[in-house]
Nanobody, 122 residues
Framework: QVQLVESGGGLVQPGGSLRLSCVTS????????MSWYRQAPGRERELVAR????????NYADSVKGRFTISRDNPKNTVYLQMNSLKPEDTAVYLC???????????????WGQGTQVTVSS
């Protein structure tokens, strides 16, 4: 059974930092890229960052470039999101996602965690 469990969210002041974790199980973590998304009230879910299977390639939304860093620890089946210089507009539920594909790279399904709330406020 596939599981993705996020943690590390909370209330932080503007300019502060948080480190989110997503612990996974039920699939071969080291074989797949992983992503972090966020969803704020009344807004569509948006991609924040993604990382390749071995961590050699990363991509970020323009809104978080230079402030957020995605990383992974394959032996621990965990992906992280280090968030620095947080702004009120970063307030959202943050979710990690695993995209399951077949051997040809064809999409099979997306799996999501339950999310962790990040609130940036003074």
């Amino acid at each position: 059974q596939v599981q993705l469990v996020e943690s590390g969210g909370g209330l932080v002041q503007p300019g502060g930092s948080l480190r989110l974790s997503c612990v996974t199980s039920g699939f071969i973590f080291s074989s797949y890229g992983m992503s972090w998304y966020r969803q704020a009230p009344g807004r569509e879910r948006e991609l924040v960052a993604r990382i390749s299977s071995v961590g050699s390639s990363t991509n970020y939304a323009d809104s978080v470039k230079g402030r957020f860093t995605i990383s992974r620890d394959n032996p621990k089946n965990t992906v992280y999101l280090q968030m620095n210089s947080l702004k009120p507009e970063d307030t959202a539920v943050y979710l990690c996602k695993w995209r399951r594909v077949d051997t040809r790279g064809v999409w099979i399904a997306d799996y999501w965690g339950q999310g962790t709330q990040v609130t940036v406020s003074s």
